[in-house]
Nanobody, 117 residues
Framework: QVQLVESGGGLVQAGGSLRLSCAAS????????MGWYRQAPGKQRELVAR???????NYADSVKGRFTISRDNAKNTVYLQMNSLNSEDTAVYYC???????????WGQGTQVTVSS
């Protein structure tokens, strides 16, 4: 089992920045990919950014150049630095992690990000 605890969400004005953190505990020795998804009202959950255990990253086109994902393996924590936020970034952001073995994935409880225009 892996537990994921997110922090750092909140209300920010358009053009502002926020940094999300997600700390993993439990079976962390088997952590593989970690990432962030988001879900806006009335929309499907979508991938925002993901980082492998070796540091390989991928981003949704909508956040490229504005968001940066990073990872501290010693702390089992993944971060999402979000800059130049706009109203379309308003959503609940969920941390996600999967294990090398067994091949299962886990979700955090979600943290609300609201961008006011």
């Amino acid at each position: 089992q892996v537990q994921l605890v997110e922090s750092g969400g909140g209300l920010v004005q358009a053009g502002g920045s926020l940094r999300l953190s997600c700390a993993a505990s439990g079976r962390t020795f088997s952590l593989n990919n970690m990432g962030w998804y988001r879900q806006a009202p009335g929309k499907q959950r979508e991938l925002v950014a993901r980082i492998s255990s070796r540091g390989t990253t991928n981003y949704a086109d909508s956040v490229k150049g504005r968001f940066t994902i990073s990872r501290d393996n010693a702390k089992n924590t993944v971060y999402l630095q979000m800059n130049s936020l706009n109203s379309e970034d308003t959503a609940v952001y969920y941390c996600n992690a999967d294990l090398i073995f067994p091949r299962v994935e886990y979700w955090g409880q979600g943290t609300q990000v609201t961008v006011s225009s």
